[in-house]
């Protein structure tokens, strides 16, 4: 039946031409991590400028283009592709399907990536410099007075919303019709579930972010006046749309790394994740709720009272299913029998420092607080914690947990666990300072500040360095462990891991579940 | 051995982070503002009830957080599998379940309900006894004390930190970064009331220690309002992203007693007068150079240069402009050239100064035109 | 549910297609206008009437002082005089009130405004009445003149009773780039 496979073709049109999930997933996961790198670099960039009061290496509007960017490649080039990555390796193994609904759209979703960030990046060598208007990009600061290259930036939203629009296309698909025989919705993953949930929000906003740049492309190319007063617009109408967007698209961010974590955290307690139900429940729940907070982006902009109350109130209401799975997980572990292997320990971080997170998150939804906290250091502070201890942590933790199942070879786990414990110390030591400097009143998106946050900026940059510094000890450990590792060919590499892509051989081979599993 | 104190470590680590946010709570950096660590109460009522409101969630969340990190840290300790346990098998309790989705849900309408009345203390402007508009530039304040009749006194705030602290020249100063020529001055115990707009691009008018924060947006107006209970300069910062010195356009708020107020009020009215009685003076080239060098580098350094070498901005020194007629000189920089970003600076500064900057401009950069400019020309080039 | 086809990935997908093309359509079709609709109906975000008031016979009140601020504002690059005769202005709901407003155009050349109204508190805004307005339309001036806009407005009677200021701001636009259909980009 499956004779006509002959395994991968060979060079380098392999990888150019392949329709294979897994194949793909390799692709898209490299890819993401080289946007990791790229956005690092320029987060090293704004660290050192920030080291001490004082230009001393950048020039303000050069450092506007670092914050941009770095925000820009880190959500679109490195955690969004990492996931979408992570569900093309695993969402048909898990579901027992051979591959995903549509391979050709696949790897079409994965190749418009690159070309997308090449014009992104080509941008820091036009004239005029890359775009400087911040990851937000507001008008009018954004169109009528936005360097030449916005519109390779409005190009190359397009292009990533595309990718990201067919990827969910594709997953809805494959999840809602290719699951193996007595798989019920149910009895899904809780990957699989959080990774439906998070498509379903991708096609509903993504072609508003994809409105949003094609009004501002109308407003600086076509004479429309959305965002211009002159013409009768308002600046404010943006921030509405985006918003719409945005705020939607960090629960996007979000939703794949709760999965990770609510696969790997059973495993390492080697007992079942507690309340499957209401973990599905609540996943579904913050999606709903996260289309009617987005103003909470908005407190100082001047809505009515009326408006600014709904949004409060609707906003601290998600705390309530967060609340509920971060419960989950650690009733998970209670009375479980618990090892703290890398996955787990990276899974451990991530459960206090998202928490950690998620509490500056509702101080950050209390209105009347917020007009302290808005555009400060307070926030940039918030989405460190939930953005890199949240999702980048979850999506190190899957790395390591499905590594040997993708490569049949173990990774060094004294490295594993090295890695770690400093990335938790330069993690916490670049971003916990931030909450005091934010409080004291610094601004967010300046190049330069007053003498008394100095001190704190000085150890926010040292922790920053540190953890880029660790993410070179990760690539080492990945491709050593490829190259080199010791040969696994267990199943089962974890003692309590479940799920189908542990009954599968190590390494998966290239074609997977061609004859569906029965499922009980 | 190993593992024993790795995790050890981890616990302690853990314990640190939380006693970090305990301390982060109480904490409030007495008298010097070096290294503060939490929100300022700030001279008003407001702000006292927003950092009161700050505090309360501050606090439930570490409580909730001491709570959940402690059963989690036990659970990491005494559910370890070298322990000898062997794992339970539950995975649900539709009681417990139903509890930690209610209580937290009742602890959020606890914060609701402060939280909704001080969000209305923020939008009560009513009654103010004093009105000031302040407009938002790249990248400076302008600020128009509105009165009921006559010319309000009106003036542009920018930045006063030399660009010698910036480069690392010389010396940052104590308020470096937070220092401004022109301070807005406001009474104590007075209800103001702020009318926000922005001339170009989206700004952000904040001073933590009057707790007002409100978005500059072009073409629309805001309000709010401060009700200062303390003498005292208070300093901010512009907090939405405006272009590139968005990091240099501070905020200095002047609180001084009513007498004070008025005696610098009727100052400024009367510097008005000042600068007409200047207007009619002949000043000699070393007067222009000296207060037009003041003036470049307070207004026109930021996109021509130190050295009038440009940047955002077009050269001055050896341009076509600077080196060419001074009618067309002048009436650039009374005017502006609509269409691009060198804005009207006639509105924006007086006679005296423009006639200095002007004359600095034409004979600094080795331009030495020799050639200069009195305030009268600047008022009857206006004039037309 | 309608099946648009037998293969099932098939269907699944077309229906996600048209939800893309439905959220994109919808920023544009239902976003903007619905913004644009609340702005007006609700006077959120201080917006007034664009287009004049005709003015219906409620009778004044004469219990009620409100008091009107004008506020004048010029955009970026527009170098024309621009201010208010009167600042301030003490009226009565229901009556009908002139003021106007003055410009002038430094500049050699002839050039076009556009003045945009803005009203705070923005709750006050659709109870502010413009029954003729500068504001309506584009304000041409030419090189070295100048002019007085009128403006006549009423305040509706059922303002609510804790309002007692309304500020009334203009920002003045060049414009002269959009009317001659070149675009302008600065």
């Known amino acids: 039946m499956g004779d006509h496979h002959h395994g991968p073709a060979k060079g380098l049109t392999r990888w150019l031409f392949t329709t294979n999930h897994k194949d793909i997933g390799t692709m898209y996961l490299w890819f993401s991590f080289a946007m990791f790198i790229l956005g690092g670099s320029f987060a090293m960039i704004i660290r050192a400028e920030l080291f001490q009061p004082g230009m001393q290496l950048v020039e303000p509007a050069f450092f506007n283009q670092m914050t941009t960017l770095h925000g820009l490649v880190m959500v679109f080039g490195a955690i969004m592709p990492s996931f979408v990555g992570l569900a093309n390796w695993m969402i048909p193994m898990m579901i027992g399907a051979p591959d995903m609904a549509l391979p050709r759209m696949n790897n079409w979703s994965f190749w418009i990536l690159p070309p997308a960030f090449l014009l992104l990046a080509s941008t820091l060598f036009v004239e005029g410099g890359a775009p400087a208007f911040g990851w937000t990009f507001y008008a009018p600061l954004s169109t009528t007075y936005a360097p030449p290259s916005v519109t390779f930036f409005i190009f190359s939203v397009h292009v990533l919303g595309l990718s990201s629009i067919m990827g969910s296309i594709n997953i809805i698909a494959t999840v809602m019709n290719m699951r193996a025989p007595g798989m019920t919705y149910m009895k899904m993953p809780l990957f699989v579930w959080t990774w439906l949930i998070t498509a379903f929000l991708l096609v509903a906003v993504m072609p508003v972010l994809a409105g949003a740049v094609t009004m501002m492309l109308m407003d600086i190319h076509f004479g429309t006046s959305f965002f211009s007063a002159a013409g009768g617009g308002d600046p404010v109408l943006f921030q509405h749309i985006f918003w719409f967007f945005g705020h939607p698209e960090v629960y996007i961010i979000i939703l794949p790394a709760f999965g990770v974590v609510s696969q790997i955290i059973p495993t390492f307690s080697r007992k079942p994740l507690f309340g499957y139900d209401s973990m599905v429940y609540a996943t579904a729940s913050i999606a709903f709720l996260s289309f009617i907070v987005w103003a909470h982006h908005m407190y100082t902009v001047g809505m009515p009272v009326a408006g600014e109350l709904f949004f409060m109130y609707a906003t601290m209401l998600i705390a309530v299913p967060t609340g509920v799975k971060v419960f989950n997980w650690i009733s998970t572990m209670w009375r479980g029998a618990l090892t703290f292997e890398t996955p787990m320990l990276f899974c451990m971080g991530f459960l206090v420092l998202f928490t950690i997170g998620g509490f500056t998150g509702l101080m950050l939804s209390i209105a009347p607080a917020d007009f302290q906290y808005h555009d400060s250091y307070f926030v940039v502070a918030h989405f460190h914690y939930v953005m890199v201890a949240g999702a980048v942590f979850s999506m190190t933790a899957a790395v390591y947990y499905w590594l040997p199942k993708w490569c049949g070879r173990m990774y060094n786990e004294s490295m594993g666990k090295t890695h770690f414990w400093i990335s938790f110390i330069g993690f916490n030591l670049a971003f916990f300072p931030q909450h005091f400097v934010g409080l004291a009143g610094m601004p967010r998106r300046i190049p330069d500040y007053a003498l008394q946050f100095a001190d704190f900026n000085m150890m926010s940059s040292i922790g920053a360095f540190i953890y880029g510094a660790s993410q070179i000890m990760f690539l080492y450990n990945v491709i050593a462990t490829i190259v080199s590792g010791k040969p696994t060919s267990d199943e089962k590499t974890w003692e309590g891991a479940e799920g189908l892509e542990w009954t599968i051989a190590t390494p998966a081979p290239y074609h997977t579940f061609e004859t569906p599993p029965a499922v009980r | 051995m190993y593992f024993e104190a790795k995790r050890l470590l981890k616990l302690a680590l853990g314990f640190v982070l939380t006693v970090m946010s305990v301390a982060s709570a109480g904490v409030l950096a007495a008298g010097d503002k070096m290294n503060e660590l939490n929100m300022s109460p700030g001279v008003t009522a407001l702000g006292q009830d927003i950092f009161d409101l700050h505090m309360l969630i501050l606090w439930i969340c570490v409580i909730i957080g001491l709570l959940v990190f402690g059963v989690m840290f036990y659970s990491i300790y005494y559910h370890r599998k070298s322990r000898g346990v062997t794992p339970a098998t539950f995975h649900e309790s539709t009681k417990v379940e139903i509890a930690w989705t209610v209580i937290p849900f009742f602890i959020l309408i606890g914060m609701a309900v402060p939280a909704t009345s001080t969000l209305l203390e923020i939008y009560d402007t009513d009654d103010a006894e004093l009105d000031i508009l302040i407009t938002g530039y790249q990248w400076k304040w302008k600020y128009e004390y509105l009165g009921d009749t006559g010319e309000n006194v009106s003036f542009f705030s920018n930045l006063r930190t030399p660009q010698s602290e910036i480069y690392n020249s010389a010396d940052k100063g104590q308020n470096y970064l937070l220092e401004v020529d022109e301070p807005v001055v406001i009474p104590v115990n007075t209800k103001v009331r702020f009318l926000i707009t922005a001339n170009d691009v989206i700004h952000s008018w904040w001073v933590p220690e009057l707790a007002v924060k409100r978005d500059a947006i072009p073409g629309f107006i805001n309000e709010t309002w401060t009700l200062a209970t303390e003498e005292g300069i208070y300093r901010g910062q512009c907090a939405e992203l405006c272009g590139k010195d968005h990091g240099f356009m501070p905020i200095v708020v002047n609180v001084v007693s009513q007498e004070e107020y008025n005696e610098w009020l009727g100052a400024k009215q009367s510097e008005a007068a000042e600068i007409k009685e200047l207007m009619a003076q002949n000043f000699t080239l070393d007067q222009l150079m000296e207060r037009g060098k003041g003036v470049y580098e307070r207004s026109c350094l930021a996109c021509h240069g130190a050295g009038g070498e440009g940047g955002l901005g077009t050269a001055i020194a050896g341009s076509a402009v600077a080196t060419g007629e001074l009618g067309g000189h002048l009436e650039i920089g009374i005017n502006g050239v609509p269409g691009s970003a060198m804005q009207a600076f006639g509105g924006q500064m007086n006679d005296v100064d423009m006639a200095a900057v002007i004359t600095y401009q034409r004979n600094a950069f080795g331009n030495n035109m020799g050639d200069m400019v009195q305030p009268i020309d600047v008022f009857n080039h206006k004039k037309g | ?186």
């Open chain 3, 1 to 186: 549910m309608i099946a648009v086809s037998k293969n099932p990935v098939v269907d699944t997908v077309a229906k996600l297609v048209v939800v893309a093309i439905a959220m994109f359509a919808f920023v544009f079709v239902v976003m903007v206008p619905l913004y644009n609709v609340l702005c007006e109906a609700l006077g959120i975000n201080g917006k007034t009437n664009a287009q004049a008031y005709t003015a219906v016979q409620t009778g004044i009140d004469e219990s009620r002082e409100i008091t009107i601020q004008f506020v004048a504002t010029n955009n970026q690059g527009m170098p024309w005089e621009f201010k208010p005769s009167v600042t301030i202005m003490k009226v009565n709901p229901g009556a009908s009130n002139d003021t106007v407003f003055f410009a002038s155009n430094p500049l050699p050349d002839a050039m076009v405004a556009q003045a945009i109204p803005s009203v705070s508190p923005s709750r006050a805004a659709e109870f502010f009445h413009k029954t003729e307005c500068f504001c309506f339309n584009q304000q041409p001036l030419d090189g070295n003149s100048s002019a007085e806009m009128p403006l006549q407005f009423i305040v509706d009677r059922d303002l609510p009773r804790d309002i007692k200021t309304i500020t009334l701001s203009y920002t003045i636009f060049d414009v002269t780039d959009m009317v001659s259909g070149a675009v302008a980009t600065r």
